[in-house]
């Protein structure tokens, strides 16, 4: 993460690849002329490399990254041949302009063969920008710094800043200034580590943080708040191929130097986070928009305990962190595959139960005997050009667009029953939908 979201909704597929070009594609005047001061030097046998994810997703990044009027540019590529001493094809270029023109001015070989990412931060309490690139290659994935000061016309030799799995730049203690969180997977797990500059602009590395035993290849890495002020890590990994855990790291600075520490979220058992476990599809989120993550746990809705695991229909369950322990914030149906959850009334809780009918996520005031079910609500994704014909074929019920995305249309059906007090308002339901993406 390298972190990827994804969103799937019914009639609609999200996604996008990055391609290398032998030539730009249609370049804009400015990288044309980029484009044409990279040729100059280096010459024509090249080929452009695109970052695979983060901000920075072009071959060209224009910026300003030494804190002067006017902007500077990066380019990435690798040559089709190799001369001297080259060991590796894939290299970074650093242009800046002399009198209105483009001019390549220091020119760096990167030891990998793909960009992973790129971040353009201060660090630390360092005064200086840095360009930080995440470099991949088959076996691994290494980080490196570079700095380029327009004023000398000198970019100093990349710093190497170890290897990686996951990497990105946050001011994670809230001092108003951005460290680099780096974690490695190494033969006996995984490891957390923030790296930052000192005023002298030296590396320094606060101390390792090895992660739960349990935990494998990271699902994602994401922020939010602990205890409504703290800045936590919520780290999602694989134990296996189908079911995932999370951990929640937290920083605590001492004498200058950042320590991460683990909040201890499981059974009691040191370095257990079963508490946690579940499906690898569930991935901790920020459902409700107020900057505390909930972590998303499984159970059942009435009337399916004793049903075989194909045949139930779940309950999921976000809970929090607070006062040393996870708590229920919410329970909610959710659709994975249409990118909604729906969060039951707090009235609903204990009472309600779900069917699924031709598609559509029905919602019953519970009873044993099924033909005594009250229906509540029921739930449809359609195309646009279905919503219209459903809502006047049926006379019944009141119909309403709760959201749409594209071409997809979120209609909730309340059925037309004043006596039953679990029916939900329509404001109920659009206050309780969260488009999950």
Not at 28 to 54: C, M, R, V
Not at 216 to 232: F, M, P, R, S, W
Not at 244 to 255: A, F, R, W
Not at 369 to 396: F, G, H, M
């Amino acid at each position: 993460m390298f972190i990827i979201i994804g969103c799937f909704l019914t009639g609609c597929t999200i996604g996008s690849g990055i391609d290398t070009y032998l030539n730009p594609p249609k370049l804009s005047e400015q990288h044309e002329q980029i484009y044409n001061a990279l040729i100059k030097a280096e010459g024509s046998k090249i080929n452009l490399k695109y970052p695979k994810s983060g901000a920075y997703l072009s071959a060209f990044v224009v910026a300003d990254i030494d804190d002067e009027p006017t902007d500077e540019a990066i380019v990435f590529y690798e040559k089709t041949s190799i001369t001297g001493n080259d060991v590796s094809t894939l290299r970074i270029n650093f242009l800046d302009q002399k009198n209105g023109k483009w001019e390549s001015v220091h020119d760096f070989s990167t030891g990998g063969t793909e960009i992973e990412r790129v971040f353009i931060s201060k660090l630390g309490t360092s005064q200086r920008k840095n360009v930080i690139l995440g470099i991949g290659n088959q076996a691994e994935k290494s980080a490196q710094l570079f700095f380029y000061d327009s004023k000398t016309n000198m970019t100093e030799n990349p710093q190497q800043l170890g290897n990686y799995s996951i990497m990105d730049i946050r001011d994670i203690n809230n001092d108003n200034q951005n460290e680099l969180l780096m974690i490695d997977s190494i033969p006996t797990g995984n490891i957390a580590q923030l790296k930052w500059l000192d005023t002298d602009n030296i590396l320094v590395s606060g101390p390792q943080l090895a992660l739960s035993e349990n935990s494998n290849e990271i699902v994602q890495l994401i922020y939010g708040k602990l205890n409504h002020d703290i800045t936590a890590v919520y780290i999602d990994s694989y134990i296996n191929t189908n079911t995932i855990i999370t951990e929640i790291l937290y920083p605590e600075t001492h004498d200058g130097t950042i320590y991460l520490k683990s909040l201890p979220i499981g059974n009691g058992e040191t370095g257990s986070i079963n508490k946690t476990i579940r499906q690898s599809s569930l991935t901790s989120k920020d459902i409700d928009g107020d900057g505390t993550i909930e972590i998303p746990i499984n159970s059942v809705f009435k009337g399916y305990e004793e049903k075989l695991e194909t045949e139930q229909i779940p309950m999921t369950n976000w809970y929090i962190y607070e006062n040393n322990m996870l708590i229920r914030k919410y329970s909610s149906y959710y659709s994975i595959t249409d990118g909604y959850a729906f969060i039951l009334p707090m009235r609903w809780l204990d009472q309600v139960t779900v069917k699924i009918i031709n598609e559509d996520v029905v919602f019953y005031k519970y009873d044993e005997i099924p033909d005594r079910q009250t229906e509540l609500l029921k739930i449809c994704v359609v195309s646009s050009s279905d919503a219209e014909k459903i809502i006047k074929a049926d006379e019944y019920a009141q119909y309403e667009q709760i959201y749409s995305y594209g071409d997809t249309v979120y209609l909730a059906c309340i059925p037309k029953n004043l006596t039953e007090p679990l029916i939900p308002t329509v404001s109920e339901v659009q206050f309780n939908f969260k488009l999950i993406s």
